[in-house]
């Protein structure tokens, strides 16, 4: 089992950059696909972006491409997820998750979510 800390959010203007830090807890970390997901107030929760166990596989959602970059460091049970370039539709509560199989992209496929960081970008 692994338990999920997000940080990083917060507020800031159209253009700008954030780097989202997700620390996990667990000796078997390194053994889980990480992804990121967001949700903005009204709408469903989406795929942003997600990373294999041996970081050889990356996959984004296109409505980031070029802009977020995602990462981990297995030393430090931690995964990234860097923003440029935000816009106001990236405003959203931001979480991190973890899966064991399955797809990089399927919400239903990540077994281990943290609680969020809320991501705010004003225009």
């Known amino acids: 089992q692994v338990q999920l800390v997000e940080s990083g959010g917060g507020l800031v203007q159209a253009g700008g950059s954030l780097r989202l830090s997700c620390a996990a807890s667990g000796r078997t970390f390194s053994s889980y696909g990480m992804g990121w997901f967001r949700q903005a107030p009204g709408k469903t929760r989406e795929f942003v972006a997600a990373i294999s166990w041996s970081r050889v596989a990356t996959d984004y959602a296109d409505s980031v491409k070029g802009r977020f970059t995602i990462s981990r460091d297995n030393a430090k049970n931690t995964v990234y997820l860097q923003m440029n370039s935000l816009k106001p539709e990236d405003t959203a509560v931001y979480y991190c998750?973890?899966?064991?199989?399955?797809?990089?992209?399927?919400?239903?496929?990540?077994?281990?979510w943290g609680q969020g960081t809320q991501v705010t970008v004003s225009s």
């Open positions: 998750a973890a899966r064991v199989r399955g797809s990089m992209t399927q919400i239903s496929d990540y077994e281990y």
